[in-house]
């Protein structure tokens, strides 16, 4: 359950081995209340910023205070950011079951675009592993945004075996174009 009801308090991130006997480390697997992705990683941000200050210490070493809800090790809050991704994914097979169930592979049209239903292909979504790479193909389901990473798994299966056809992540080319900004 995602709590949207607490006040969120600015978190404090510290060595687990500094915090008081009392304040025990909400461990993944004692999860009541999941954070909401903004505050998941507003926690993040408090963690790097005391890793810069520290050097030596592992992210594995240091938990987040939220006053008055607990103390998170950076492992629960790793759950609970798969926890979101996971959702994401499911949501988007959801959406593509109900898009295929409406196509009516029946209707008259051209060859060029006629699709033949495929028997297996509600159970390979259903299959598909909710932190795979595979689960990001479901940006193309409907008319939702396509993400780089989407784009990329696409190119490379359209034109991955052509020799004249190079395909280059769109980081690396705003990359290049804030480089020659400056």
């Not at 052509?162 to 080319?173: Q, Y």
Request: glycine content about 4%; some cysteine; aromatic content about 6%.
């Amino acid at each position: 359950m995602v709590d949207n009801g607490f006040k969120f308090k600015t978190p404090t991130a510290r060595t687990i081995s500094s915090l008081p006997a009392m304040k025990p480390v909400i461990t993944a697997d004692s999860i009541t209340h999941i954070l909401r992705s903004d505050q998941i990683d507003t926690c993040y941000r408090k963690v790097v910023a005391l890793q810069r200050k520290l050097n030596t210490v592992s992210e594995n070493a240091l938990a987040v205070n939220i006053p008055g809800f607990g103390v998170y090790s950076t492992k629960t809050l790793r759950t609970m950011k798969a926890w979101h991704a996971a959702t994401k994914t499911n949501k988007l097979v959801e959406k593509a079951l109900t898009w295929v169930n409406t196509i009516d592979f029946t209707l008259a049209m051209p060859s060029s675009f006629k699709v033949d239903e495929h028997p297996e292909l509600i159970a390979k979504v259903k299959s598909i592993p909710l932190s795979s790479r595979k689960a990001e193909l479901l940006d193309l389901v409907g008319k939702t945004c396509l993400s780089d990473d989407t784009i990329n798994t696409v190119m490379a299966k359209l034109f991955g075996p052509r020799s004249n056809v190079m395909i280059v992540d769109p980081w690396l080319i705003g990359s290049i174009e804030s480089n020659n900004s400056r």
